[in-house]
C-alpha cells in the first residue's frame, strides 16, 4: 500500500504531518483515509512519501525511514517520481520491510 506522508511523525514534535497548522486543509480527507486504511492490524507493509512528491531527476541516492518524516540537507522533504519507483521496485526485489511501515525521500 502506498500512502502520502500525512501520517508520519514529524520529529521532535509530538504531531503527525496531518496535524500541523501549515498542512492544507484540502488533503486532509485523503489524508486521513490512507491514515484510516492503514488499520491497526496493519499486516500489509506500507510505504509512504516525502511532503513534494513530483517528477524531477532520478538521483539514484535517497533516504529510507520508518515512521518520521525524512527531510534533506537544507530542510526540504521531498523526493522524484522517479526515485520513487525505484524505492519501490528496490523493496519488492529485496524486502527490507516487509509487514512494516517505511518512508522515502531525500
Not at 537544507?74 to 509487514?99: K, W
Amino acid at each position: 500500500m502506498v500512502g502520502g506522508a500525512g501520517g508520519l511523525s514529524v520529529a521532535g514534535l509530538d504531531l503527525k504531518v496531518i496535524d500541523q497548522s501549515r498542512y492544507p486543509r484540502g488533503c486532509v480527507p485523503i489524508a486521513q483515509a490512507h491514515i484510516d486504511a492503514r488499520g491497526p492490524e496493519d499486516l500489509a507493509h506500507r510505504l509512504d512519501h516525502a511532503l513534494s512528491f513530483a517528477p524531477g531527476e532520478r538521483r539514484g541516492v535517497f533516504q529510507v525511514g520508518a515512521e518520521e518524516l525524512l527531510f534533506d540537507g537544507a530542510g526540504a522533504s521531498h523526493i522524484s517520481m522517479e526515485d520513487f519507483v525505484i524505492a519501490v521496485a528496490d523493496e519488492l526485489e529485496t524486502p527490507q520491510y516487509s509487514r512494516q511501515r517505511y518512508t522515502v525521500g531525500y
